[in-house]
């Protein structure tokens, strides 16, 4: 493992975020503050709690959640694009890194700022309502694996992409939608039986329920299938970039 290839793209991607860090900042805590008056004061009047958590607190771990997969796709998928765009990319193809490499690198610095950002968002969050997070470290576990399945998968569609139009489609029409559907802003225990089984076809769906397990105790399904469904994506996706890589797909063109 080429450890020194790995701290130069880590740490060109990470000086890349902390130049736009007020960019970087404003916009989520902006957007947190938005749902907040949204969903929390406006919904929240109709909703008063699910399974005794008040609806402003139950948010929180959807609004996380809908970030870190917001963050990690882009900064990955962008963080890889730059380079073909810019024709640099054969430069960190011929040197001497392999793939885990350049994926440890860009994916790395990807999920950091992810995590940093949901971070951000919980503090944020303690301002508008009293939540307490009943299983901290799972907590931290599920964020940092999400990050990093995601990450994996926007570095997949960087590799993929060929213009910025591209580059952003899969994020807004699939994986946004998927998020809203996956029970971010309600419980899927509250749709009717039929849509309830629908709902729990989503992958995100797992991943939100088991990342508010962490914070309250419960959860729409088992937490094993949370992290199953994690580990299976992250899996997956590794599996495909090695594939890229060592195939040359996308790369040589």
């Not at 609004?63 to 765009?85: C, D, K, R």
């Not at 964020?143 to 591209?166: K, Y």
Request: aromatic fraction near 16%; proline fraction near 5%; include cysteine.
């Amino acid at each position: 493992m080429n450890w020194r290839g790995v701290r130069a793209i880590f740490g060109h991607e990470m000086t890349r975020f902390f130049r736009t860090l007020t960019q970087s900042i404003a916009s989520p805590v902006i957007s947190t503050v938005l749902y907040f008056v949204v969903f929390g004061a406006a919904i929240g009047h109709r909703i008063q709690s699910v399974d005794g958590v008040p609806y402003a607190a139950f948010i929180v771990p959807g609004l996380m959640m809908l970030t870190v997969l917001q963050q990690s796709v882009a900064n990955a998928s962008f963080g890889i694009y730059f380079p073909q765009f810019s024709g640099t990319i054969y430069e960190i193809l011929a040197s001497p890194t392999g793939w885990a490499e350049v994926t440890l690198g860009y994916v790395g610095a990807a999920a950091a700022k992810a995590v940093f950002v949901a971070l951000l968002i919980l503090l944020t969050s303690f301002f508008f309502v009293d939540i307490r997070v009943a299983h901290p470290l799972w907590m931290i576990a599920f964020l940092v694996l999400t990050a990093v399945s995601f990450s994996l998968l926007g570095f997949i569609i960087g590799l993929w992409a060929r213009n910025f139009e591209q580059l952003q489609i899969i994020p807004m029409m699939v994986i946004t939608p998927l998020v809203f559907l996956g029970g971010a802003f309600y419980s899927a225990s509250m749709l009717p039986p039929l849509w309830e089984n629908v709902a729990k076809l989503n992958p995100v769906l797992y991943l939100i329920s088991g990342f508010r397990w962490s914070f309250f105790g419960f959860a729409d399904v088992p937490v094993g299938l949370s992290l199953a469904a994690v580990a299976l994506m992250l899996v997956i996706c590794l599996g495909v970039i090695r594939w890229i890589f060592l195939s040359g797909w996308r790369l040589r063109a």
